[in-house]
């Protein structure tokens, strides 16, 4: 606690080609990460937080050039449930996101344009692939990796793909996949994003975006990370003036929605938002592994699984699925769903009750 | 049973003014309407069905021109729960639609072109008081009314509204006002219609519909009318074809819902259902009345409420609310919530487990 801390984003640039799940090749794959607290000698004090959707390599402290604070500032810092004390915590920018990281906004070398829909799909799997030439290039030798929603995703497939180096997995309100529900809340706001008549097939670069589109993605995501009772609890029925009898805005929750879609577009790339939701809705280690039992196989982690009771989203039941998989694989496995009345929202901002709960299995 | 029935859709041409709940008044009002089964001789046999959203006045039988079969033919026929041996069925498109009753589709007459956004905010309300002159003008003395969805809030506001006409009122998948949640779907369907390029503040009957906003609109509410569970048993996380890699469309999930976006285009105007969704955003006759018991208090009506298990759109807990408002107002109410895994369309397709109840109910 006490000072304020600044954070600096880093740019990682990785030359060598990485081949994707999809076998097309990336050159020149730039990461942009952030570190808070310091790497100690053995080289074992890291923790990779992994974000969701939307999120940033700006995970904590006052960005330095914005003055923004990072998006989970309440979990990571002195003191905190990710406690830069004793931690080195590293965020990053997912590949095809648009934070510094390589994504469909970044330069195509072949073509000295943006990609646009040239970028290749990508996945979870080479989200995390592309992490860890980042922890390679830290020279981190076990890690603790911890995420909430599409981060909890990357985090189950870090614990899968490299189980030596992995030593505690934190999921928070995750699912080992995405149910029939989220991936057709995902084509509908693709869908949005994709008949906006400035999308041009992606290629709108040059021109107005695809804000329109954009705006109504972003407005069916909140829908979908607020529940029924926190809508309730924030606005209720109210109407923001009186009715307006046409079709401007009448309700609160309708002057909400807007407003998180409008801001949304001045922060976010369109294309981006294809690339990461189809990464999502791809992820499966049921079906790749098998079983997750057969997935989790190999790993010599121990697991902390968090869930929200009013999560919707990313329910209790896709959590307990994840639990009971790893107690057949006899892993060590530690379960805990939080009240809350903050929907899927709630990783983000429930956080004394997850510092508690963080803090006691980081001890352990 | 036996021989097949074919309906017929009829006019009825109201001249005198009707004034709005707005104040706003319209004229020359067309009611498209239906009937099944005989009127008695004492005109107490009537059962008045009340569409939902995007329905229309063709509830039962095939249609003699289209030869569709009617929304809720299931239910409306010879031996079934609205029994046209027994009763006189009414079913009639609700005022601000597209099937036949004057909406913003229709020519207004003062300008000889189509009112589009000229046509006046409706409300639940006034969609009961038009249907009100219909029921008169077939010379009804005692009615039924029964609905299902927004039919629900027609038919509890027929109630509050005529209640000396009303005699038994069964709602079915509804609740006495929309959540914030219903409300927030409703804002980001119009929203996509809304900032649809083709749109043009309404004026798009010379040109191209706003198809893309329309369908996107359809897709987010077929979300809605489903659940979980049954989005799980139609579709899983199964692939139509193999992954595209790419953003077409990988999941059955997807097709499905991009199909019933593009059949809703061809069939629905995207006027009606900016006005429709918005008089269900309005209505609320708890605040209107200030409680629901103030509202139903000279209702001399028997009441029959069924809600489904896996409806979350219109849930268990609101027809609840309606039924305890009831209880303490000392009316008779019967209410049963059923099982199903069909999510709020549960209305539509689980027939027989409601024909059972609603026969008992009509006979007692």
Not at 3 to 28: A, D, H, M, R, Y
Not at 99 to 128: Q, R
Not at 199 to 222: C, K, Q, T, V
Not at 346 to 357: D, M, N, V
Request: hydrophobic residues 35%; glycine residues 8%.
């Amino acid at each position: 606690m006490g000072n304020i801390e600044f954070s600096e984003t880093k740019i990682l640039k990785i030359k060598e080609p990485t081949t994707l799940k999809s076998g097309k090749v990336l050159s020149n794959i730039d990461i942009a990460y952030e570190t808070y607290g310091k790497l100690n000698e053995n080289k074992d004090n890291a923790i990779l937080v992994l974000h969701a959707l939307t999120g940033s390599a700006h995970a904590a402290y006052k960005h330095k050039d914005t003055g923004k604070v990072g998006w989970w500032d309440d979990m990571i810092g002195s003191g905190k449930a990710f406690d830069t004390d004793k931690y080195f915590i590293i965020s990053s920018n997912v590949l095809g996101g648009c934070y510094g990281t390589t994504g469909p906004a970044s330069i195509n070398p072949e073509t000295n344009k943006p990609y646009a829909l040239d970028f290749p799909v990508i996945t979870i799997e080479d989200i995390v692939d592309v992490q860890k030439k980042l922890i390679d290039y830290l020279g981190i030798e076990k890690i603790i990796v911890a995420g909430g929603s599409m981060g909890g995703m990357q985090a189950i497939e870090w614990s899968i793909r490299y189980p030596k180096l992995v030593k505690s997995t934190i999921l928070i309100a995750t699912s080992a996949r995405l149910n029939a529900q989220g991936i057709a809340f995902n084509a509908v706001a693709r869908n949005a994003i994709l008949t906006d008549n400035n999308f041009n097939n992606g290629n709108y670069y040059d021109g107005e975006n695809p804000s329109s589109g954009l705006s109504i993605a972003r407005m069916i995501g909140h829908i979908t990370y607020l529940c029924e009772e926190a809508m309730y609890k924030k606005f209720g029925r109210e109407f923001k003036d009186s009715p307006s009898f046409d079709f401007g805005i009448d309700f609160q929750v309708e002057s909400y929605l807007q407003h998180q879609g409008q801001v949304f577009v001045d922060r976010f790339d369109a294309n981006s938002y294809l690339y990461i939701t189809k990464a999502v809705d791809y992820y499966d280690p049921i079906k790749e592994h098998g079983s997750l039992e057969e997935a989790f196989k190999n790993s010599n982690s121990r697991f902390l699984i968090i869930s929200f009771s009013t999560d919707w989203l990313f329910t209790t039941t896709q959590s307990k699925q994840i639990v009971n998989s790893l107690i057949k694989s006899n892993k060590d496995v530690s379960f805990v769903e939080l009240e809350s009345k903050c929907g899927h929202d709630a990783f983000l901002l429930e956080f004394e009750k997850q510092t508690k709960i963080i803090k006691s299995f980081l001890k352990g």
